[in-house]
């Protein structure tokens, strides 16, 4: 008989949703629904939906394989886990001694954000003196922002949201990418009348719906939020007596302020300044104001000083003093891990060079500043990441992935784009088939999923192969030898919390810091307990000052020129998530095929119909895809959203981020997805697929 058992959604999503898995038999699960948690509410989105489609995919790997033709090809032999097992520890071995032990980098990324499987590499990477690796390709440019501000990563409790008259949803596309977002803010318009408004350079489905939608231009957030604190002080609706108590020069940020009025910001942001005005008078009127930012600021090179500029609002106008007023980025600051049992921290020695994760196509080309002047990569172990369709400058990426002298392991479920390029590929579990804990940034809940099924073929998780890969290289630490169950039971006892067996009788605990604490009402995380207005960006990594002190924009953008007139944003797609569910049939009949979303008028200009091919370019590479005009569109953007396959585009064959740079963004790194100037022309090509 089918039978309900409760789970938690693995996938880099700040909702990290609680689900009622239906179990079929030892080896089948049916339906997928959310669970009753406070926050999530029963509320799924329809990628984990359909997720038996995922799990019984056809198309998974299942048995371990050598390659068996030339890299890239996808040809295959297979073997058993102890050939394929011996063979990665002899190579590895072999590199290291050669090379030394930085010549091997193990390669991670969010395929899940189970603590467990998610960060266990770095335990085997620390005791071996492998290359450690800078994890910059999510969150660090955002992060950077709000702790220059704030000076800890937490915010305002999200479901706070239901109680808010004013909610802006800034840089972010909850309808497709976090739904329970949408869930507070519906309530709040249904119970309280509350106003919705959207900051996004195009129309995605959450400005669809929203009372007012701002489309700026891509990267000019910061000229936005300067002009309407500059309201707050000129209209009088600065909270003189709030910033006095909680924050840094005051008096310096008006007169900065003074000359950064809505017109300034209209010529910068390609928005009217009456609809400038207008969004001013309705943020600074309202005490209960909620700003939810989203990870669109964490994809470009001015994304930490928009994020800065951002939390610079709620603190002019004392809204962090309000229920359902303030913001919030993400929650990630309020857990109290010791995760040294996972990570083997003890191991951890910072001479060890950390290579940046989204300069992997330089890293595997040989640049020498992004090898920190050391040697290079000879050795990749893969896991939990699809960098040669995900990371920046994706030629570059596959390009490295091609050299004859780099070994490298893929563990992976699908036969991914980087897949093809393995030496070993190993067959990996989903997370209904493994024991983890998990946090969210989204919410304030830790959860533990247990396993609810059996894993396919041969498939092992990412706790298994670290320990598999320790026993042969001689590593004897209790760790090694401890289930996932029983290592994520040490760590949540370790941290202070409930151990496993009580975790999965109560599902999830709520760690919601008070409301004091939550609003930064107790203080903000900088040592003098002040907001700080003026941001000290050296401390966070920009020593050459190129970042400005107080809120402001800087012209950091790839801009747009005359042969690159065109600006692209990189968007998420409802239906995928990164690469993941590209494989899935629903997924991908729902999402149709790659387009780029462009003003009709710069249809007009450039000669590019409705639906018909277009090319877009620039000296990194070329995509062929089909035009979609979308009226209302800010002219001179372009948008494409998902990471879709490269197979799934025409011409040239390559997918979006063969575009995108692995220049790193300002003030420590990341990678600036929607921040890319290309060219866009009509495609004479018929495709073979029309």
């Given at each position: 008989m089918p039978e309900t058992r409760a789970s938690v959604c693995p996938h880099d999503c700040p909702s990290t949703c609680a689900l009622d898995v239906e179990v079929l038999d030892e080896r089948t699960i049916g339906t997928v629904r959310g669970a009753d948690n406070p926050y999530t509410a029963g509320v799924i989105c329809n990628k984990v939906m359909r997720y038996a489609e995922r799990?019984?995919?056809?198309?998974?790997?299942?048995?371990?394989?050598?390659?068996?033709?030339?890299?890239?090809?996808?040809?295959?032999?297979?073997?058993?886990?102890?050939?394929?097992?011996?063979?990665?520890?002899?190579?590895?071995?072999?590199?290291?001694?050669?090379?030394?032990?930085e010549a091997v980098w193990p390669y991670s990324s969010a395929g899940t954000m189970g603590l467990v499987n998610r960060d266990g590499i770095f335990r085997l990477r620390h005791a071996m003196?492998?290359?450690?690796?800078?994890?910059?390709?999510?969150?660090?440019?955002?992060?950077?922002?709000?702790?220059?501000?704030?000076?800890?990563?937490?915010?305002?409790?999200?479901?706070?949201?239901?109680?808010?008259?004013?909610?802006?949803?800034?840089?972010?596309?909850?309808?497709?990418?976090?739904?329970?977002?949408?869930?507070?803010?519906?309530?709040?318009?249904?119970?309280?009348?509350a106003k919705l408004v959207v900051i996004d350079p195009y129309r995605t489905g959450s400005a669809a719906i929203a009372d007012m939608h701002l489309a700026l231009r891509p990267g000019t957030d910061a000229a936005l939020a300067c002009a309407v604190m500059h309201c707050a002080f000129r209209d009088g609706y600065a909270d003189r007596d709030y910033m006095a108590r909680?924050?840094?020069?005051?008096?310096?940020?008006?007169?900065?302020?003074?000359?950064?009025?809505?017109?300034?910001?209209?010529?910068?942001?390609?928005?009217?300044?009456?609809?400038?005005?207008?969004?001013?008078?309705?943020?600074?009127t309202t005490p209960r104001a909620y700003i939810r930012a989203g990870f669109g600021f964490t994809r470009g090179r001015n994304g930490a000083v928009s994020m800065h500029a951002l939390t610079c609002l709620p603190t002019v106008t004392g809204k962090w003093r309000h229920e359902g007023g303030g913001a919030l980025w993400n929650n990630r600051g309020i857990y109290t891990w010791d995760k040294s049992l996972i990570e083997g921290t003890a191991w951890r020695d910072p001479s060890v060079r950390e290579l940046d994760m989204s300069r992997i196509a330089s890293i595997l080309t040989g640049d020498p500043e992004a090898l920190l002047g050391g040697a290079p990569v000879h050795a990749l172990l893969v896991q939990s990441g699809n960098p040669a369709s995900v990371c920046p400058d994706s030629n570059r990426v596959r390009?490295?992935?091609?050299?004859?002298?780099?070994?490298?392991?893929?563990?992976?479920?699908?036969?991914?784009?980087?897949?093809?390029?393995?030496?070993?590929?190993l067959p990996a579990t989903m997370f209904l088939e493994q024991d983890d804990i998990y946090q969210a940034g989204g919410h304030s809940y830790i959860q533990i999923g247990r396993k609810v099924i059996e894993p396919p073929g041969e498939a092992r998780s990412n706790h298994d192969l670290i320990c598999a890969l320790a026993a042969r290289l001689g590593l004897d630490d209790a760790t090694f030898h401890m289930s996932g169950l029983e290592l994520a039971d040490a760590t949540l006892r370790a941290s202070g919390y409930p151990g496993a067996e009580e975790m999965t009788e109560r599902r999830w605990i709520d760690v919601q810091p008070p409301f004091e604490r939550a609003h930064f009402l107790d203080g903000f995380g900088h040592s003098d307990g002040r907001f700080h207005f003026r941001a000290d960006w050296r401390a966070l990594g920009d020593t050459e000052g190129k970042l400005p002190s107080f809120p402001d924009w800087v012209p950091l953008v790839d801009m747009a020129t005359e042969e690159r007139p065109m600006r692209l944003v990189?968007?998420?797609?409802?239906?995928?998530?990164?690469?993941?569910?590209?494989?899935?049939?629903?997924?991908?009949?729902?999402?149709?095929?790659?387009?780029?979303?462009?003003?009709?008028e710069d249809g007009v200009r450039h000669g590019i119909a409705d639906g018909a091919l277009m090319r877009l370019g620039n000296l990194r590479g070329e995509v062929v895809l089909h035009a979609r005009h979308i009226p209302g569109q800010t002219p001179g953007t372009v948008?494409?959203?998902?990471?879709?396959?490269?197979?799934?585009?025409?011409?040239?064959?390559?997918?979006?981020?063969?575009?995108?740079?692995?220049?790193?963004?300002?003030?420590?790194?990341?990678?600036?997805?929607?921040?890319?100037?290309?060219?866009?022309?009509?495609?004479?090509?018929?495709?073979?697929?029309?």
């Open positions: 799990v019984h995919h056809p198309d998974r790997v299942l048995h371990p394989m050598l390659r068996n033709g030339p890299k890239g090809s996808g040809l295959f032999r297979r073997v058993s886990w102890d050939e394929a097992l011996d063979r990665i520890v002899d190579s590895f071995t072999q590199v290291a001694a050669r090379y030394g032990s003196r492998w290359s450690g690796r800078k994890g910059t390709i999510c969150s660090t440019i955002a992060a950077a922002g709000w702790t220059a501000g704030c000076g800890r990563v937490t915010g305002v409790d999200p479901r706070e949201m239901a109680v808010a008259d004013l909610n802006v949803l800034w840089g972010t596309n909850p309808v497709s990418t976090q739904v329970n977002v949408m869930s507070h803010v519906t309530r709040a318009r249904k119970e309280r009348g909680y924050a840094d020069h005051p008096a310096a940020l008006e007169m900065h302020l003074a000359t950064r009025g809505p017109e300034w910001a209209a010529a910068i942001t390609g928005l009217s300044v009456d609809a400038i005005e207008e969004f001013a008078r309705l943020y600074n390009e490295g992935l091609l050299r004859e002298d780099l070994f490298t392991v893929v563990h992976e479920q699908f036969m991914t784009e980087t897949a093809l390029y393995a030496d070993v590929l990189a968007a998420p797609a409802r239906q995928f998530l990164n690469s993941t569910f590209t494989e899935t049939p629903n997924a991908r009949k729902r999402e149709g095929r790659p387009q780029a979303l462009i003003a009709p948008v494409v959203e998902s990471i879709w396959p490269a197979a799934s585009f025409g011409g040239a064959g390559h997918g979006i981020n063969v575009l995108t740079s692995d220049e790193p963004a300002l003030p420590s790194g990341g990678a600036v997805f929607h921040d890319t100037a290309v060219w866009m022309r009509a495609e004479k090509t018929v495709l073979a697929a029309e």
